[in-house]
């Protein structure tokens, strides 16, 4: 029995609809178990700290001071991985909504190996190298210009 062109393109419809089903439970079961694994990272840091302010004891200056950066350091790891669970958590409501996978910038498919290096990008490779550009012209500009907006490198 010979397929008609529209069976044949249903066929081929579903199975794309299959395979990017199948490409997205892949990426929600890895966007799920990196927000655990950074759950209990962040709980571990976080009782870590608890415990570690309480054994204070009698400290000299130094010691104060390297407790100080420590502290600092450490609040910073649990504030970039506050910031990773956000975006984790972002990712998987994109996915539920049906727009995981899209640049922001051009509204193309993210690159699937993209995807599985860094499943909460929200740009494509090329977006993303060019807003990186543009911050850094920005960021050089802005050291260029003076309080009263005059340029200082002529």
């Avoid at 400290?59 to 104060?64: K, P």
């Avoid at 090329?126 to 210009?145: G, I, K, P, T, W």
Wanted: charged share 40%.
């Amino acid at each position: 029995m010979k397929k008609t062109k529209a069976a044949v393109a249903t066929g081929a419809s579903k199975n794309a609809t299959d395979s990017r089903s199948q490409r997205y439970e892949e990426l929600r079961t890895i966007l799920e178990d990196r927000r655990r694994e950074i759950q209990s990272e962040v709980q571990s840091r976080m009782k870590d700290v608890r415990a570690d302010t309480g054994q204070a004891g009698v400290v000299d200056d130094v010691e104060t001071s390297e407790a100080d950066i420590q502290d600092e350091i450490e609040f910073a790891l649990i504030q970039m991985k506050a910031e990773t669970l956000h975006r984790i958590n972002e990712a998987l409501e994109r996915l539920e909504e049906g727009t995981y996978g899209r640049c922001f910038e051009c509204g193309e498919e993210i690159e699937p190996r993209r995807l599985r290096a860094l499943p909460f990008a929200v740009r494509c490779k090329d977006c993303e190298e060019a807003r990186e550009v543009a911050a850094q012209r920005e960021r050089v500009l802005s050291r260029r210009v003076t309080g009263f907006g005059r340029d200082l490198s002529h």
